[in-house]
């Protein structure tokens, strides 16, 4: 388990094919965190809805190489940090929305539950009161040598955690599915997406 | 087989108050430039009409951005601190950022336009002869921009209310603020070369309103949402905003200077060609955009077929056409002399009216119909 390699930050992919839609990563996040109801850090989201073909899978802010939100967000409260991975200051947001309208991820949320200012104001504290709220990749749990919970609790390791070269050496294994489309993979993994993601 | 995933879609994230604010700003950007204009040719020309139009132009731009921006900020988690715009807005990669500081100088141009345009014993467009004294009293003799002359002992205030026109003044005179406001006007309104010449820099945030009412919608990434293509989106906004902005002033300059003549048929007759190229562009959109970018293609079947009564019945026939018809109705019924200068100042004013919320309900529809372009997974 690594949290930060010289080849960029760690992130968390889903593996589609191994995936039973068991909703297990969520209830993992909200425990470990003990986040409010509405609180979704990762999120089960359903795909070809309404056809035959209808699933659900889950899905979480990538810490994106190329991250729109950064770019659209006014205020600077998205921004990156030195080891590549996207925080939001609480501080800083104003629940304007434009990184939610930006990701084509889905993945930040506006959490409407009362939360303290101060947990607010934590770096890795949950939101609430309308701003934007996001996965942290468990920062805390990766300083202590854990993998992020979803992952962790995961029971078909549809969940994969690592850098960009672990990802790449996972993703090349037989049973792996590819977790992007090429032009996803840009923006998640910027110039690394094709080592990452071979074609 | 590929996945494609549903998120919420751009309604859920803005909702009605993102509409209303970017047709107001619409509204706030083209009124400003459409008021400069008239501000200039009434300067060159020496046309009082023209500056009438003017004032009532900037007037209805800043209503707009009374309006709008307010809207926003009760849109916002913190519309606090998104109001300390200098210490919050940073990121100037943002349309968000670069809006919000357009507005501010728009803002503050709008203000001070409006000032100099309807305050003050030297106020541009005035009747020369009663420049620089006092206006009117009761038992005074009437101006001919509508001021009484002050007679001992009158006070502004007084005067004001009972000026024959120019309705802003007596909502002023009736609340005791007209004579510090003409006052204030009056020591702070430089000459007007300078005028002109600040006016001219006020337009440029003006226009950057205009383009960032159609860019808050068409900034994100591209291709997130294929119905704000900006190619098609901008002339649709900047055409409509400069329709509603010199309607309004039409309407106003209508309906409180009650003058109708012929400075004002030719801007209700510009305010029907940039509706009319408003609806052009519309159709653009729903006939061309699904093959330039197929991904629009269901928003644009939404703007047709789910909310086709608010896209076809609100926004294009209340919005455009109902306006269009109301104007030329009015311009051509008073000149051939079948209509009277009341019926025509109503027209011009019921006009002005329902362009505004023809122009909300367009915007409204542009969010409503908008899907985000589905994610597509290869599993």
């Known amino acids: 388990m ?198 | 087989m590929p996945f494609d995933i549903l998120f919420t879609e751009p309604w859920g994230d803005w909702g009605w108050k993102v509409g209303v604010y970017v047709a107001l700003l619409g509204l706030a950007g083209g009124a400003y430039i459409a008021a400069f204009g008239a501000d200039l040719l009434a300067w060159r020309k020496d046309n009082p009409r023209l500056g009438s139009i003017a004032k009532y132009g900037y007037l209805s731009g800043l209503l707009a951005l009374i309006v709008g921006p307010p809207v926003l900020l009760s849109h916002l988690a913190t519309p606090f601190r998104a109001a300390l715009i200098p210490l919050t807005m940073t990121n100037f990669g943002s349309w968000m950022t670069i809006g919000a500081y357009m507005i501010g100088g728009a803002a503050v141009g709008t203000i001070v336009m409006f000032g100099w345009t309807a305050f003050g014993t030297e106020r541009p467009y005035r009747d020369p002869e009663l420049k620089g004294r006092p206006i009117a009293a009761d038992g005074g003799d009437a101006a001919t921009d509508g001021g009484r002359e002050i007679a001992d002992g009158g006070s502004p205030e007084a005067a004001a209310i009972d000026e024959p026109a120019g309705g802003l003044r007596v909502v002023a005179g009736k609340v005791g603020v007209l004579g510090l406001l003409d006052r204030l006007a009056d020591v702070t309104r430089p000459s007007e070369p300078i005028r002109m010449a600040l006016g001219g820099v006020f337009a440029i945030f003006a226009a950057g309103v205009l383009v960032y009412s159609a860019m808050a919608f068409g900034s994100g990434p591209e291709g997130r949402v294929a119905l704000w293509n900006e190619t098609f989106l901008l002339p649709v906004q900047i055409l409509s905003g400069l329709g509603i902005g010199l309607g309004t002033a039409v309407g106003l300059t209508a309906l409180l200077d009650g003058d109708t003549g012929r400075a004002l048929q030719n801007y209700a007759l510009a305010t029907v060609g940039l509706m009319l190229a408003t609806l052009l562009a519309v159709i653009a959109t729903v006939t061309l955009l699904p093959s330039v970018e197929p991904a629009a293609e269901a928003g644009v079947a939404n703007m047709l077929g789910e909310y086709a009564l608010l896209f076809v019945g609100g926004a294009i026939v209340v919005g455009i056409l109902v306006p269009v018809v109301l104007l030329l109705a009015a311009v051509f019924g008073e000149r051939r002399g079948a209509l009277s200068p009341t019926a025509a100042r109503a027209s011009y004013f019921i006009a002005a009216f329902i362009l505004v919320p023809g122009q909300i309900m367009l915007a409204w529809v542009y969010l409503l119909a908008a899907e985000y372009t589905p994610l597509i997974l290869p599993v």
């Not at chain 1, 929305?97 to 930006?102: F, I, K, L, M, S």
């Not at chain 1, 993945?107 to 934590?122: F, I, S, T």
């Open chain 1, 2 to 199: 690594s949290t930060q390699d010289a080849d960029g930050p760690a992130r968390i992919l889903p593996n589609w094919g191994s995936c039973i839609d068991c909703g297990a990563c969520e209830v993992a996040c909200q425990r470990t965190w003990d986040l409010p109801t509405d609180t979704q850090r990762i999120q089960v989201v359903r795909m070809n809805e309404g056809t035959d073909d209808e699933q659900n899978k889950p899905m979480q802010c990538y810490n994106c190489t190329d991250a729109p939100c950064v770019d659209v967000c006014p205020t600077d409260a998205l921004f990156f940090r030195d080891d590549g991975t996207v925080r939001v200051s609480g501080d800083l947001c104003i629940g304007c929305h434009y990184c939610g309208v930006a990701c084509p991820f889905g993945a930040p949320q506006y959490p409407d539950a009362e939360v303290p200012e101060a947990e607010e104001m934590d770096p890795l504290g949950m939101r609430g009161n309308g701003l934007m709220d996001k996965c942290t990749s468990c920062e805390p749990r990766q300083e202590e040598g854990l993998e992020p919970a979803c992952a962790s609790e995961c029971p078909t390791d549809a969940l994969v955690f690592g850098t960009p070269g672990e990802l790449s050496e996972r993703l090349a294994q037989d049973d792996a599915v590819k977790p992007f489309s090429d032009e996803s993979a840009r923006v998640v993994f910027g110039d690394q997406a094709e080592e990452v993601m071979p074609e």
